[in-house]
Nanobody, 126 residues
Framework: QLQPVESGGGLVQPGGSLNLSCTVSGSSASGSGLDYYSIGWYRQAPGKEREAVSCMSMSGGRRSYGESVRGRFTLSIDITKNTIYLQMNSLKPDDSGLYYC??????????????WGQGIQVFVSS
């Protein structure tokens, strides 16, 4: 059973940076079993709708970003570790929320995730 596991959240001041990691564990995570999945991040703040942050194919290729984070966040992958990284720069208080790593085996754009991590908290505050 594939499972995304997040790490790296915490408290940061406005204008600061954080790097989130997501590692996919499970019996099918080795070899090329993940090639057909897309992987990415969603976030949700209290009282707000869930928002897609970023997504890419596990086999590499083009990344997509939500409009509110484009130019500030960068998604990368280390396929040897089944891990993606979300480098978040120039953070704003509005970036605060619970960040979820997701897997999607149905679409290349993370639109229909079928695996969700537990979520990791990001606080941007002075």
């Amino acid at each position: 059973q594939l499972q995304p596991v997040e790490s790296g959240g915490g408290l940061v001041q406005p204008g600061g940076s954080l790097n989130l990691s997501c590692t996919v564990s499970g019996s099918s995570a080795s070899g090329s079993g993940l090639d057909y999945y897309s992987i990415g991040w969603y976030r949700q703040a209290p009282g707000k709708e869930r928002e897609a942050v970023s997504c890419m194919s596990m086999s590499g290729g083009r990344r997509s970003y939500g409009e509110s984070v484009r130019g500030r966040f960068t998604l990368s992958i280390d396929i040897t570790k089944n891990t993606i990284y979300l480098q978040m720069n120039s953070l704003k208080p509005d970036d605060s929320g619970l960040y979820y790593c997701v897997l999607d085996q149905l679409t290349p754009t993370c639109d229909r995730p079928d695996r969700w991590g537990q979520g990791i908290q990001v606080f941007v505050s002075s």
